[in-house]
């Protein structure tokens, strides 16, 4: 089973839409859990971590549910430039990083 | 403002073939660690190191060999390169203390093809 599994999408949506993107995650001793925003052919860049309590970024929130081992993130007012591969990422045993395949959002005008 | 600096950024390589793929950062970071992403799949992580003289495998080390001799250089050394590890590296870097909250730095990958 993998570490990480995400739904591979793609999600197509218009501008102006709220789009929501899951992952659960197999080993309850993950510690820490982050977004990270991948475009075409670049590297992944850290979009935002994911705290228990949930976190919000301007237009992005975070979720993380421990018990179901889940993680969210919920992307409102769609733009253009958000059409990007999302990944969730977790962080076990301090020193191992295990990504998602990814989610792939394209916005529409 | 370099961050976290790959090269080559492209190579072809014959079945057979070693070669080393660099990396360098310059934000005194204790944490590196590579990376490859083949189409569909995550990112999966081969060997990482948690400071100068260490290193430890990862998820797939076969075929992989690294070094750690500064905290700025963490070479990625493939020993007889083969069809299968034709990929995208990438390598990646952050801090340690508190290491668990602390997110990656990637470098702009290494685009790899093995004939």
């Known amino acids: 089973r993998k570490e990480v599994e995400q739904d591979p999408g793609p999600f197509n949506v218009p501008e102006g839409a709220t789009v929501a993107f899951n992952c659960t995650y197999s080993n309850s001793a993950s510690q820490s859990f982050f977004w990270y925003r991948q475009d075409c052919r670049k590297e992944p860049k850290l979009l935002m971590s994911?705290?228990?309590s949930g976190n919000e970024d301007g237009r992005f929130t975070a979720q993380l549910n421990r018990a179901s081992q889940y993680i969210s993130l919920l992307i409102r007012d769609s733009k253009l430039s958000d059409s990007a591969t999302y990944l969730c990422v977790v962080n076990r045993d301090f020193n191992k990083f295990y990504f998602g395949s990814g989610t792939k959002l394209n916005v529409k005008p | 403002n370099a961050g976290v600096t790959q090269t080559p950024k492209f190579q072809v390589l014959k079945t057979g073939q070693s070669m080393t793929l660099q990396c360098a950062q310059d934000m005194n970071h204790e944490y590196m660690s590579w990376y490859r992403q083949d189409p569909g799949m995550g990112l999966r992580l081969i060997h990482y190191?948690?400071?100068?003289?260490?290193?430890d495998q990862g998820e797939v080390p076969n075929g992989y060999n690294v070094s750690r001799s500064t905290t700025e250089d963490f070479p990625l050394r493939l020993l007889s390169a083969a069809p299968s590890q034709t990929s995208v590296y990438f390598c990646?870097?952050?801090?340690?203390?508190?290491?668990?909250?602390?997110?990656?730095?990637f470098g702009d990958g290494t685009r790899l093809s093995i004939l």
């Open positions: 190191s948690v400071g100068a003289g260490i290193t």
């Open positions: 994911v705290y228990s």
């Open positions: 990646a870097s952050s801090r340690l203390r508190g290491q668990a909250d602390q997110p990656q730095h």
